[in-house]
């Protein structure tokens, strides 16, 4: 059993070497979030006070947008230098192994946006209460959102014609995450309790981790055959 | 007593047997739609609020009630064709996507052709039209995935992977837009469960349950159809289809 739990804790250790070795594939989403909150405001007069009221629904669509930048090259770049053929064949259950994957890509592109994410509610308007269940919202809410996406990745990565498929598989399926997201934050600046949609949140969060790895290995199993 | 089963899951026998099936289901759709759009356009009486609006319910409800069947059968035979591996599980997936794709967007445009009169807008963001809509996403990204692929199995059991995860999630996204429409107080208060809960009376009513079931029936007639087509285009190298087409 531990040797299973020290597979996975390999595979972790694998993917945040290979992706701190090259910067740019956690630096540009965050260059691109922040790129995304500065056109919306240029979009409106300046201090229009609508801009108080989409913050929640830019940050949160925002980070959608950015954490699905990187999820497309999640398995290309293991299935081209063979190390998702080496995964396939391991010992280890391979829903352990991808859930691992995923969770340090979300370490490594889904949390810089969460750190940066109070900035960008600040700059447009947000107080600090709704701030904070943003955070919070966005920490429930982004795991679920990078293990869709990872399924979505598994099932495409033997589509040669994939290109802007992935978004499309993926989208639909976070409008739950949206609802809810920006409901806590909606519920927080009415000076509501934003329990019950953090709570959601939560539900889909188990939901997601503890499903979609096995769903994305049978996918991975299908794509590789 | 498995063989039945065994020896309808080999292409020329389901080949046949939808030959013989698929004339009948389209001859009774057809009959039930005449007899159902003649009772619901001419028989029954106008509705006392909406007037003859109401009568688009003679195309919209089926739409909409098989547009969600379509994603669970969609769903089932997913879950079929992983299990046991059968091929024509595997192409009623595939096949079944774009009718139910159809049937969706005939929903959502009889929903707002009926919403204009009645609710005085093409759209508002209700409950069930948002998720209807995103059942449309949904089925587009089914398509989209079945030809993403130049391998047709591998293509169809990765739309059957799709559909499984999707059919959770359908039900998933169906509450929360319904409870985000909720706590948000939309502009109408008016929604299809006002309109469809409360008794209906006999005359409007068995029009459509006929609809309703020429709906069914020709769906069934459509799914045969193409799952045909797509037999022969996966097997036109096979003796069987050689020796149908010889003359």
């Known amino acids: 059993m531990s040797g299973f739990l020290g597979a996975g804790a390999a595979v972790f250790r694998r993917e945040l070497r290979v992706a ?51 999820v497309e090259r999640l398995f290309r770049s293991d299935l081209d230098d063979g190390t998702l053929e080496q995964l396939l064949l391991a010992d280890a259950p391979l829903g352990l192994l991808v859930g691992a994957k995923l969770a340090a890509h979300w370490l490594l592109t889904a949390a810089p946006l969460i750190v940066i994410a109070p900035v960008l509610g600040y700059g447009l308007g947000l107080a600090a209460g709704p701030i904070e269940v943003l955070t919070l919202s966005l920490l429930l809410g982004t795991p679920t ?37 920006g409901g806590a934050v909606r519920a927080a600046s009415a000076g509501l309790p934003p329990d019950a949609p953090l709570y959601f949140l939560a539900a889909l969060l188990a939901l997601s981790v503890t499903l979609l790895p096995l769903a994305a290995s049978g996918a991975l199993r299908n794509a590789m055959e | ?16 047997l939808a030959n013989l099936l698929t004339p009948w289901l389209l001859a009774l759709a057809l009959a039930l739609l005449a007899i159902g759009v003649y009772g619901g356009l001419y028989l029954a009486p106008a509705d006392y609020q ?24 969609m769903a089932v035979a997913g879950g079929i064709a992983l299990i046991w591996r059968m091929k024509l599980a595997e192409i009623a997936v595939v096949t079944a996507a774009p009718i139910g794709a159809s ?65 959770i999630n359908v039900p998933i996204v169906h509450y929360s837009v319904q409870w985000w429409n909720s706590l948000h107080q939309g502009s109408t208060i008016l929604s299809i469960d006002g ?6 009376s006999g005359p409007m009513l068995w029009p459509l349950l006929l609809t309703l079931a020429g709906f069914y029936l020709f769906f069934g007639a459509a799914l045969l159809r193409r799952m045909q087509n797509e037999v022969l285009l996966r097997e036109k190298n ?10």
């Open chain 1, 20 to 70: 701190l070795r090259r910067p740019a594939e956690w630096l540009q989403p965050l260059v691109f979030y922040g790129l995304i909150a500065l056109l919306f405001p240029l979009g409106v007069a300046p201090g229009d006070p609508a801009l108080v009221i989409f913050a929640p629904a830019i940050i949160w669509v925002g980070a959608l947008l950015s954490a699905l930048l990187g």
């Open chain 1, 145 to 181: 959102l990078i293990f869709t996406g990872g399924f979505a990745a598994a099932l495409t990565v033997g589509a040669p014609r994939a290109g802007i498929l992935l978004p499309i598989l993926v989208l639909p399926m976070m409008t739950p995450a949206v609802i809810f997201g």
């Open chain 2, 103 to 167: 049937f969706t967007a005939l929903a959502l445009i009889t929903g707002m052709l009926w919403g204009k009169p009645t609710w005085g807008a093409y759209w508002v963001w209700d409950a069930r039209l948002t998720s209807e809509l995103v059942l449309l996403f949904l089925y587009l990204g089914v398509i989209g995935l079945n030809q993403a692929y130049s391998d047709a199995r591998t293509a169809a059991r990765a739309c059957a992977w799709l559909a499984l995860v999707g059919v």
């Open chain 2, 50 to 73: 909406q007037g003859d609006a109401f009568r688009i319910i003679y195309v919209h409800v089926p739409a909409a009630a098989l547009s969600l069947s379509i994603y669970m059968t």
């Open chain 2, 238 to 247: 096979a003796r069987w289809v050689q020796e149908l087409f010889a003359i």
């Open chain 2, 195 to 200: 309109i469809a809960k409360p008794k209906i």
């Open chain 2, 1 to 16: 007593m498995w063989t039945w089963f065994h020896r309808l899951a080999s292409p020329p026998t389901f080949y046949r």
